[in-house]
């Protein structure tokens, strides 16, 4: 039996490495639905914990609907950012493209002073049907 080591984290873009077995599921769609009729220029809003989600259908056609999107969480001592693009097939519902930037900014308090962590990171995902 062969093992595929890699399957797509559909929340935030990006490639795990994880063995995968039969039932396990890989996420070649997006985290958010678009909403039945939506047109270009429509857009929603959703919330999750403390995440603030923003949607926006940027472009749509037969084949593709293009998606952009926006995250801003908030948590003690943490403030997280993500935007991205996803191209969505049509037909099958597969992210055929997703471009995500992610901005992370940490503080942490240690006496009188406080320290301050960036991390900022861009992943590009293009999914192809080879077979």
């Known amino acids: 039996m062969t093992k595929c080591k890699t399957y797509f984290c559909g929340v935030c873009g990006g490639l795990y490495h994880k063995d995968l077995v039969v039932g396990d599921f890989l996420n070649f769609g997006t985290f958010f639905h678009v909403p039945p009729g939506a047109e270009k220029g429509t857009t929603w809003n959703t919330t999750e914990g403390s995440a603030k989600n923003t949607f926006t259908v940027r472009e749509i056609n ?4 293009t998606v952009t999107f926006k995250s801003e969480a908030s948590d003690p ?6 935007n991205g693009l996803a191209v969505i097939d049509n037909a099958t519902g597969v992210c055929l493209k997703r471009l995500v930037k992610v ?3 940490s503080n942490q308090k240690n006496g009188d002073k406080t320290f301050q962590t960036a991390a900022n990171y861009v992943v590009s995902e293009v999914c192809t049907k080879i077979e």
């Open 103 to 105: 901005s992370i900014i």
């Open 62 to 65: 037969a084949l593709t609907t």
């Open 77 to 82: 001592g943490i403030n997280s950012t993500l």
